[in-house]
């Protein structure tokens, strides 16, 4: 069993940066992969980024290549996700998610879900 808890959100101007974070508490919660998927309203949730295990391996929607960044801590079990040059698109709630599957971007893979901190860019 594994709990995440987003922080770090907020209202942003364009241009601007935040970063949210992802505690993880459970016993194996360093072993999953990690993963940032976003909402905004009238829209389905979609991928942003993941990150495996060990931290080698990341990917990114092409919306946010560039731009954002995901990164982890094992020792503090806690996965981040550093978003810069903000856009009035990027507004969503942003939800933590873990996975088993190391190398996944389908939501259908992620077991484990927080409960989403919102970000809201003024353009």
């Known amino acids: 069993q594994v709990q995440l808890v987003e922080s770090g959100g907020g209202l942003v101007q364009a241009g601007g940066s935040l970063r949210l974070s992802c505690a993880a508490f459970g016993r194996t919660a360093s072993t999953y992969a990690m993963g940032w998927f976003r909402q905004a309203p009238g829209k389905e949730r979609e991928f942003v980024a993941r990150?495996?295990?060990?931290?080698?391996?990341?990917y990114y929607a092409d919306s946010v290549k560039d731009r954002f960044t995901i990164f982890r801590d094992n020792a503090k079990n806690t996965v981040l996700l550093q978003m810069n040059n903000l856009e009035p698109e990027d507004t969503a709630v942003y939800y933590c998610?873990?996975?088993?599957?190391?190398?996944?971007?389908?939501?259908?893979?992620?077991?484990?879900w927080g409960q989403g901190t919102q970000v809201t860019v003024s353009s």
């Open positions: 998610a873990a996975s088993a599957t190391q190398y996944s971007g389908r939501r259908r893979d992620y077991e484990y």
């Open positions: 990150i495996s295990w060990s931290g080698g391996s990341t």
